[in-house]
């Protein structure tokens, strides 16, 4: 076992969210196969059941089981996140790489541009970008996406500032090694940490704004059950059976905070000195 | 009468990932009252766990096993938290290494002496105030009003440190305990603050516990001397006689570590340690040093030696043998002196750096420029050791990193032959005869890239080599830099400081390079350490033919193993000179007064003060004529003001940058006086 995952399990909040996540990966892998129920079956004689015997979780409007309707969800859920942030993170640290390597005004024009987008509240950013591409999970996965990507850039940046200033990355200049060599091999993976921890976060903000893109009708749309749809379905009714949100609202909050205790976790034991 | 300080039996440990590491063991101190005691070892010996100690003030994870610290018969151990702050500062004045970290940076300096004073002695605020400004007197600070109204950042090291000092004697304290007070100051001001605390100590006659790495220092103020080594004393006595006749093998060895300046003729080789201390996790159960020792015996891994003998305490099993064994030092041979053909050839070498802000850029106007390196000539001949010596923030390792392309210049440059118009005209076959060594290896060394990896660039780059080839030139570069070849597939992380450097040159050296920058490349080393590094160079070069650049703050060790020495003072070169020669005039006063700060760990042996006054002026505005005006000791008048003083030849190859006429240079008094014994 590596060091530093040795490092995460021993952590306390590391292990915890470790833990989380990993129901939220058995969710993601095998969860329609978990499912008692067709996930769109209609039982018309047993709408806004509580939780029972035969449904655990209760039924909806339409008589269907929640369970089920949950555990088909989880997928599209987390991959949403995890999608979103990978495309996000790539694209941020790219642009944050590049630019804090090259310096000077390209640096100050790129940063600029960046703070600018920034600048825009990120839910009202995703809106935007929807909006204007129509609502689908794709264009949502790309909108969450595009708002990730300015606050990675800053992180990357930053970090390529610092590592850029150590003597290693002059040696490599002094040795006449290539700007690609130099970048990838001798910057990047020490700016990698950095940016991995902080993309281990992102992941709960960007399933929280998936979810809430679905229930603004704008991101999966029906009958699909993604965790965020399920809230926006369930509102009008949610008087009459309160397990309609609570269930798909704690599954968000789980997911949440697992990654967000992951990457605090993540953060300490991937800096060597904290662990010694 | 009851020593000022005694520690009894004393065992500390840390609780750290796998295990406990003990950080001293059984450790036994006295001092007596107005004594000054040297606690001399090098870094992870305990030396500081002992500071902290002897004023109960202990990291949290640390733990007192055993044992007692006795303030004048009171034990510290026992001692209530209220009664420790009473005793802390009042009773016991403390100085630590770094001056820059142990003043609170949002107050005014004066403020924070007074608060000691209202807190410890309370005085109410004008009386503290006058007890500031009459204490910053007695430091030798020239207007304690204006240095009262400073803030840390606005003084220099030296200031800062004095100012701590007054604080240390601000409440007449018993004792005072002092770790490494002059480590991070330059050469000349830690002179300063050394003759400071031994003038202070004499008026008030307080007790010291005065911590260092350095013999040389410990030489100077301290009447009686211990020595430790991995968390336990393993001598101990009357300086002079642990000096002249040591009775540890690791006493002998520290002391065959160092250069003695004075004696720069006789030049031997440094011994160096071999080996590692060991791990205090699980400590060994018979003597610490057996490992590294070179009259190891078997009973030494067995039963743990004791610290025995009349006045000089000794825990060496063979204390009889340790004065007299030859530890295979050999005498180095004859330096190949200057003269050689030139190789490379700086002339008026100059870098400026500059700032613009934004501001001054719409406005068109220049921004600060601070010309870090003015106008240098500087050659290497092929094969030579030159030694670029200066003070922090004279220029030097700019200059390392201008001749490394590193950083723009103006100026001519030929090497071998070829002139080099500026920095970015040095291509990659330049840059492959022209290496560089960096000060730190932890930065200089990618800490995500395995040492195999590191070691594989240059052979990559300039000789193009690959699979089988590559791996069997890493293990012989290992190997030559006496590394195990396993360490190839470790990180950085996972090797000590004198290992990474040593990576570090094989780099270096692996690229075949005619020239070898090394800018301060042993100054973050322990003593013990540093020799092995330096002889390690010396061997790499002397197979190799390699020119080599050694540039330090520490003119002790550079003369010791260049052949010219250069001195740099404010971005000027202000001497040039052969090295072996060193001790005779004529100097530059500068240069005078670096040599006479050294401290030598000869007893009897005195060096004659040469002390600079004043702060280093900012590179920003250097002072007008001589750069050195403003320090000078041997200052003329308006005529060293005026004009730059011109270049004296005092032989083929040793210049002085002076108004002094040479004749009156050459006849200054010797720098060091031998007592008669």
């Not at chain 2, 500062?89 to 940076?105: E, H, K, S």
């Not at chain 2, 030696?305 to 000089?312: H, K």
Request: hydrophobic share 45%.
């Amino acid at each position: 076992m590596p060091d530093w995952l040795r490092r995460l399990l021993a952590h306390p909040s590391g292990s915890v969210g470790c833990l989380l996540l990993a129901v939220a990966l058995v969710l993601a892998v095998a969860g329609p196969s978990l499912a008692p129920f067709d996930p769109e079956t209609f039982h018309p004689r047993r709408r806004f059941e509580g939780p029972g015997l035969e449904f655990w979780l209760g039924t909806d409007q339409f008589g269907r089981d929640l369970l089920s309707r949950l555990l088909h969800g989880a997928r599209s859920t987390i991959l949403f996140g995890v999608i979103a942030t990978a495309i996000g993170t790539s694209l941020g640290a790219a642009v944050g790489l590049a630019s804090g390597y090259a310096g000077g005004l390209i640096d100050e024009a790129v940063m600029r541009i960046m703070d600018a987008l920034l600048a825009i509240p990120s839910l009202l950013f995703s809106l935007l970008i929807v909006t204007v591409l129509g609502g689908s999970t794709v264009n949502a996965v790309a909108a969450v996406a595009v708002t990730i990507a300015p606050g990675m850039a800053r992180i990357a940046r930053s970090v390529t500032l610092s590592v850029k200033s150590r003597d290693f990355v002059a040696a490599a200049v002094a040795r006449g090694e290539s700007h690609a060599f130099t970048m990838f091999r001798e910057v990047l993976p020490n700016v990698a940490a950095a940016v991995v921890v902080e993309a281990s976060i992102r992941v709960a903000f960007a399933t929280m704004v998936g979810a809430t893109l679905s229930y603004l009708g704008l991101g999966a749309q029906p009958p699909a059950s993604d965790w965020g749809l399920l809230i926006a379905e369930a509102r009008p009714h949610m008087l009459r059976n309160a397990w309609l949100v609570i269930g798909p609202g704690l599954g968000i909050a789980t997911i949440t905070i697992g990654f967000n205790l992951f990457g605090d976790a993540l953060r300490d034991a991937l800096n060597p000195r904290v662990g010694r | 009468m009851t020593p000022a300080l005694a520690i009894e039996r004393l065992s500390v440990g840390y609780r750290v990932r796998g295990g406990t590491l003990q950080a001293l063991r059984d450790v036994s101190l006295t001092i007596a009252p107005g004594e000054v005691v040297g606690l001399v070892g090098e870094s992870g010996s305990g030396k500081s766990t002992l500071a902290y100690a002897a004023v109960r003030y202990l990291a949290a994870n640390a733990a007192i096993g055993a044992g007692r610290v006795l303030l004048a018969g009171e034990d510290l151990l026992e001692a209530t938290p209220q009664a420790l702050r009473q005793i802390r500062g009042r009773r016991i004045g403390m100085v630590y290494q770094d001056p820059g970290t142990a003043l609170n940076p949002s107050l005014r300096l004066g403020e924070q002496v007074a608060e000691l004073l209202r807190t410890h002695l309370g005085l109410d605020a004008r009386a503290a105030e006058a007890r500031t400004a009459e204490l910053l007197r007695m430091v030798a600070l020239p207007d304690p009003q204006f240095i009262m109204r400073r803030y840390p950042h606005e003084v220099s090291g030296g200031e800062k440190q004095r100012v701590l000092i007054a604080m240390a004697f601000a409440c007449d304290p018993d004792l005072l305990v002092l770790d490494e007070p002059t480590t991070a100051l330059d050469a000349t001001t830690a002179a300063g603050i050394l003759d400071l605390i031994r003038a202070l100590q004499q008026r008030t006659g307080v007790a010291v516990l005065y911590i260092t790495h350095d013999l040389g220092i410990v030489a100077e103020i301290a009447q009686r001397l211990a020595v430790i080594y991995a968390g336990t004393i393993v001598e101990e006595g009357p300086t002079e006689a642990v000096l002249r006749r040591p009775r540890h093998f690791y006493t002998r060895m520290l002391l065959a570590s160092l250069p003695n300046p004075a004696r720069i003729a006789e030049r031997r080789r440094l011994v160096s340690f071999p080996g590692l201390p060991p791990d205090l996790r699980a400590p060994p159960a018979g003597c610490v040093f057996a490992d590294r020792c070179p009259a190891v015996e078997a009973a030494c891994r067995t039963a743990p030696p004791v610290l025995a003998g009349d006045a000089q305490k000794s825990a060496c099993r063979r204390a009889d043998i340790v004065a007299a064994s030859d530890l295979g030092v050999r005498p180095v041979a004859a330096a190949n002196g200057g003269g050689g053909e030139a190789l490379l050839r700086a002339e008026g070498i100059t870098v400026e750096y500059r700032r613009i802000g934004i501001l001054d850029r719409l406005r068109g106007r220049p921004g600060d420029r601070v010309s870090a390196v003015s106008d240098v000539d500087l050659v290497l001949a092929r094969g030579e050791t030159v030694g670029l010596v200066g003070e922090s923030g004279c220029g030097k390792s700019t200059l390392a990193r201008a001749l490394s392309g590193l950083v723009a210049w103006q100026g001519r440059l030929v090497f071998d032959g070829r002139p080099i118009a500026a920095a970015a005209a040095m291509d990659r076959a330049y840059r492959r005869r022209v290496q560089l060594v960096f000060q730190n290896p932890d930065q200089s060394l990618n800490p995500r890239m395995r040492i195999g990896t590191i070691l594989s660039r240059p052979l990559r780059l300039y000789h193009a080599l690959s699979g089988k080839a590559l791996a069997r030139e890493i293990a012989a570069w290992l190997d030559r830099v006496r590394l195990p070849e396993s360490y190839a597939r470790r990180h950085p992380h996972e090797l000590s400081g004198g290992e990474k450097q040593r990576v570090a040159i094989a780099r270096a050296f692996a690229a075949d390079p005619a020239v070898v920058l090394c800018d301060e490349i042993t100054s973050g080393l322990d003593v013990s350490i540093q020799a092995a590094i330096l002889n390690l160079l010396m061997d790499l070069q002397a197979a190799r033919g390699t020119t080599l650049l050694l540039i330090s703050h520490d003119l002790n060790m550079v003369q010791h193993f260049a052949d010219r020495i250069a001195v740099m003072y404010l971005g000027k070169l202000v001497e040039l000179r052969p090295a072996y020669g060193m001790a005779r005039p004529p100097f530059h006063p500068y240069s005078e007064a670096l040599l006479a700060a050294v401290p030598v760990a000869e007893p009897g042996l005195h060096a004659r003060a040469v002390r600079l006054h004043g702060p280093l002026p900012s590179p920003k505005n250097p002072p007008a004529g001589c750069r050195f005006h403003s320090r000078c000791p041997r200052k003329l008048g308006a005529v060293c003001e005026a004009a730059p003083p011109p270049v004296r030849t005092a032989e083929d190859d040793h210049w002085i940058r002076c108004q002094i006429p040479l004749g009156e240079l050459a006849a200054v008094p010797p720098i060091w006086q031998r007592e008669p014994a």
